[in-house]
């Protein structure tokens, strides 16, 4: 492609709005604009990038026999009212009622269309298993999109769904799909870590999430200290703590604490360290109420919860269901006489190992001190189960580990469904023993706009972007750094062999001085770049540089074409070879 003819509209500043570097060099590279909130157009650069890595993508999920398909974006909300998700999406959903009165979901993932499909073309065993998938718009309606394309509104998934007749055949193509997954984050040329994720609400029972390490990912990965293994916060474990020895606590007084519903005003206003202190969160399904209790330094885990609860779904309570519940306004609940009023307490493993604490008061602006667990508050009965409910911090172990932290973006995620959605959508089969059988499904998405952005991320310099050879929007720049006539002749050569190679590669004939065109080559990160300078051209060369190295080489005109698509070609091997 030539420059002067394709829309690469690059920018010198830093735009203002552009918090992280992704975001920063994917406007500054000209790869794309804003047109709303959380939502972009792809420029021509940005778009052969996507363009790649969905082809990655593709091959990677036919080579796994997947097949694939399209679903519409637009999808009937009934659908989605039979398997509850219409509520358990929440305002992230995005809804429309049609001419004719019809409710209508943007699909944000598309469990529910695909186990339609299923109910209706899947009859037999024979049939199974059976692996469908997309790469299509997603439409979610963040609350915060921000970063880009890392959490954007509109978006682009390759969202794959399996249906099996039993566990076995299910853990089969989970582990395809787990391993296609690999290869296609290596292919893309990305650093990656696989944790244990949480199935929750999904049902299931695995799950593994791919995350990128990056300091401004919006994940917390949780590994040990010897790196054999990973867990997403969600679902990386916590310590039990080991029971404090009891003390000669006094009985329980109310004291008063006036302005301070959070914690460190009271911590502050007590003379107490977080540690000290019992949280108590007000959960609620439905009618019934839950309680959770947490030490003041630890925070409470919803996944965990959601497990504890069968994945049933919990909300935290409303205001008016919290004083009416404690008689206080919020901020001043504690466990003490609360407990038998609510159907579930949830106490935390570090709450039930204090040997004595101060929680809130049911009584606004009152706090009870000398709280001893186990005698001011059950740790048994029916309704009270001691579980780990928190998230797991610096300090905890697990196996006689440490436990370390990093941030990191998740650009594909992997789910057993079980049968949570072909039991309500109907997707049934005549199993061999002649059994109606409900199939069972996996689930397996991946971010396609956020692989570019991860790439971004972890590959770039004060420059611009340092990209992947297989992803990047141009495998070579040809540069003219001058506009003589030879110089020029000697350009459309290499640029018309390399073409002939089959190398993509962009010339960069701008009526423009040299240091501009390497800037915006720097900038758009093409891995190899050509130079056809009047200097070295005089000495039958031109110039080779990496985008990886700061060194440059030359070679011989007449053979550099042929060099350099030697090199595209290894670059490419390099990463598209699976690692053992
Ligand atoms: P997150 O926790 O970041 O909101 P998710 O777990 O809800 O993501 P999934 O439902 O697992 O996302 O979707 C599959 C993939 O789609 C994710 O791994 C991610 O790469 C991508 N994705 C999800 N939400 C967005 C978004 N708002 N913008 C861009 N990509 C997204
Ligand atoms: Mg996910």
């Not at 794309?32 to 990677?60: C, D, F, H, W």
């Not at 954007?152 to 039993?166: G, L, P, T, V």
């Not at 309704?383 to 370390?404: C, F, P, W």
């Not at 900038?523 to 050509?530: A, D, E, F, K, N």
């Amino acid at each position: 492609m030539r420059y002067s003819q394709t829309l690469i509209p690059t920018i010198k500043e830093v735009p203002a709005d552009a918090e992280i570097i992704s975001h920063q060099l994917m406007l500054r590279a000209g790869l794309m604009r804003k047109l709303a909130s959380g939502t972009y157009i792809y420029l021509p650069a940005g778009q052969r990038m996507l363009n790649k890595v969905i082809q990655i993508v593709r091959k990677e999920m036919n080579r796994a026999g997947a097949q694939e398909i399209t679903m519409p974006v637009i999808q009937p909300l009934e659908l989605w009212q039979k398997t509850g998700r219409d509520i358990d999406y929440g305002e992230t959903l995005g809804t429309f009622i049609d001419r004719h009165g019809r409710g209508n979901v943007l699909s944000p993932t598309a469990e529910e269309g695909f186990t339609f499909l299923a109910s209706n073309e899947i009859n037999s065993y024979k049939q199974l298993p059976m692996n469908l998938y997309q790469i299509n718009t997603k439409y979610r309606d963040e609350f915060r999109p921000r970063f880009g394309v890392l959490r954007s509104r509109e978006f682009i998934m390759k969202d794959a769904y399996s249906f099996h007749a039993d566990e076995e055949c299910l853990h089969k193509t989970y582990m395809q799909m787990y391993d296609a997954y690999c290869r296609i984050f290596e292919r893309c040329g990305l650093e990656y870590v696989i944790v244990l994720a949480e199935s929750g609400e999904m049902g299931g029972s695995g799950s593994h999430q791919f995350t990128v390490p990056c300091d401004n990912g919006e994940d917390v990965i949780v590994y040990t200290e010897d790196d054999k293994q990973a867990w997403n916060l969600e679902k990386a474990p916590a310590d039990a703590l080991p029971k404090q020895p009891a003390v000669e606590a006094a009985p329980a007084k109310n004291v008063h604490t006036p302005n301070t519903g959070k914690i460190e005003e009271v911590c502050a206003f007590l003379k107490l360290k977080p540690c000290q202190l019992i949280k108590t969160l007000i959960y609620r399904n439905g009618d019934d109420v839950m309680l959770a209790l947490v030490r003041g330094d630890h925070e409470a885990n919803p996944e965990k919860l959601t497990r504890l609860m069968d994945g049933a779904r919990l909300d935290m309570a409303e205001e008016a269901d919290i004083v009416k519940l404690t008689g206080a306004a919020v901020g001043f609940a504690g466990p003490v006489g609360l407990c038998d009023k609510v159907s579930k307490v949830f106490i935390d493993h570090g709450v039930a190992a204090m040997a004595v604490g101060a929680t809130g008061a049911n009584k606004t602006d009152y706090h009870t001190l000398n709280v001893v667990p186990g005698r001011d508050f059950p740790l048994e009965g029916e309704n009270i189960q001691i579980a780990d409910i928190r998230n797991a911090v610096e300090g905890d172990t697990y196996d006689g580990k440490k436990l370390l932290f990093k941030r990191g973006i998740e650009v594909g995620q992997v789910f057993k469904l079980g049968d949570k959605y072909s039991k309500k959508l109907g997707a049934n089969f005549l199993d061999a023993d002649g059994k109606q059988k409900s199939c069972l499904m996996g689930c397996y998405g991946i971010g396609i706009n956020r692989i570019i952005a991860s790439a971004i991320e972890n590959g770039h310099d004060e420059h611009g972007m340092i990209l992947p050879i297989t992803i990047a929007p141009w495998e070579v720049i040809v540069t003219p750094a001058g506009k003589e006539e030879d110089v020029m002749a000697a350009a459309e050569t290499i640029y018309r062999q390399l073409q002939t190679a089959g190398v993509e590669v962009l010339i960069d004939d701008r009526d423009a001085r040299g240091g501009v065109k390497f800037k915006d080559a720097d900038l758009l990160g093409i891995p190899i770049r050509v130079t056809v300078g009047k200097k070295t051209l005089a000495e039958g060369l031109v110039e080779f540089k990496l985008r990886t190295e700061s060194d440059r080489s030359t070679l011989p005109l007449n053979t550099a074409a042929q060099k350099v698509a030697e090199t595209v070609k290894d670059m490419k091997a390099k990463l598209n070879q699976p690692k053992a």
